[in-house]
C-alpha cells in the first residue's frame, strides 16, 4: 500500500497543480462517461483525478483510507467551491455494503483480481483501470522494474480469465517540479526502491533535471509517458 507522507504529499501536490497530469486522464474517461453518472474514483488519494472528473458527471465518490490524503482533497473543494464529491475515508476492498455506482475508476490503484471482485459487487455500469504503460520506476537512480500490474501485464490478465475490454494508450506529461535542488535529492530519495544506501545527493540528479516554468519552481524533472486506459463493461465480469 502507497505511504502517503507529509514529504510525498507535497511533492504531488506540486506535480499535479504544476503539470495537471489528472485532467489528461479525465479528458480520456469522461467521454466515455454519461454527464448523470455516480462514479466511484477508487484509492483517489489527494483527490486531483475526482476533482476533474467532478466537473462534468454528476456526483463521485472519493473513497481512500489515507485521512492526510483526503484532507488535500477536502481543502481543494472548499477552495473551488465544488458541491459533487462524497469525499469517503475506508478501504474500497472491505466494504461490506453494496453500492450501486454507475461507474468506477481505479487509477494505478488495485490488482486485477481484487479491482474485478469489488467492480462485480459494487458497480452497475462500466470500469476504467488506468495503468501505467513502461516497465521501470521513474524515480530511481538505477533501472529498477515496476512491481505491480502494468498496462500490458493487465491486459494479459484479463485476456486469461476472457474478460472483453477496450483499450487505448495515450501520452501524459508527468514530472515533477522542484523549489530546490535539495528538494530534488530528497525527491528521489523518497521514492528509492533500494532497501539501503547512501544519502542521494543533489549533484547525482542535477543533469536530469531542466530549467522550471517559474520562479516557484527553478527546476524540473521532465517525465512524458504513455498511460494505459482499460474500460470493462462489469456484465462481462463473471
Partial sequence: MYKWTPDAIRFRVDAAEYTRYDEAIAARILPRLDRSA?????????????????KNTARIAAIDVCADALDVLRKNIAAEGVK???VIEGDLFSAKRRQNYDAM????????????????AQCRGKIFL???????HRFTLEETPLKGYTFEKTRAELEALNIPYDAETFWV??????????DAALFFETYRQEESGPPIRPEQIEARLSTGGSAAFPYYLPSQKTLGLIEIDVSNIP
Fill in 173 to 182: 506529461e508527468m514530472g515533477q517540479p522542484f523549489r530546490t535542488l535539495a
Fill in 105 to 120: 475508476v481505479f487509477c494505478f490503484f488495485g490488482r486485477v483480481e481484487e479491482t474485478l471482485f469489488t467492480a462485480k
Fill in 130 to 136: 488506468v495503468k501505467k504503460n513502461w516497465e521501470n
Fill in 84 to 86: 459533487n464529491i462524497d
Fill in 38 to 54: 455516480y462514479v466511484c474514483d477508487a484509492g483517489c488519494g489527494l483527490g486531483y483525478l475526482s476533482l476533474a472528473l467532478a
